[in-house]
């Protein structure tokens, strides 16, 4: 199984940064993108960013262009989300995820593993 440890959340001030860490292990040689995604209370988990393999293919929402990046290290097998200029609407719990898409993975259908999720708060 694969299995992914999520670490970076906390509260900001709006302005501030913030940068998620997802540990991914286990059985992961067939599991190729990475993503991020965010749920509001009431509302659905949303799409956030996502990489392929390589780290040289990303694909942002449209509201955290340019704002937020992501990355990775397949030597240390862990994905990053590093998130400047934050504001309260990006206030959510976010969820790291793995696929089996080669390719960038946008939705979560592609997306079979999970982290535990972290709580990103932004203050104003």
């Known amino acids: 199984q694969v299995q992914l440890v999520q670490s970076g959340g906390g509260l900001v001030q709006a302005g501030g940064s913030l940068r998620l860490s997802c540990v991914v292990s286990?059985?992961?040689?067939?599991?190729?993108?990475a993503g991020w995604f965010r749920q509001a209370p009431g509302k659905e988990r949303e799409f956030v960013a996502a990489?392929?393999?390589?780290?040289?293919?990303?694909y942002y929402v449209d509201s955290v262009k340019g704002r937020f990046t992501i990355s990775r290290d397949n030597i240390k097998n862990t994905v990053y989300l590093q998130m400047n200029s934050l504001k309260p609407e990006d206030t959510a719990v976010y969820y790291c995820?793995?696929?089996?898409?080669?390719?960038?993975?946008?939705?979560?259908?592609?997306?079979?593993?999970w982290g535990q999720g972290t709580q990103v708060t932004v203050s104003s």
């Open positions: 995820a793995s696929s089996t898409i080669m390719g960038v993975a946008t939705t979560r259908g592609e997306y079979d593993y």
């Open positions: 286990g059985r992961t040689s067939r599991h190729y993108a």
């Open positions: 990489v392929a393999w390589s780290g040289d293919s990303t």
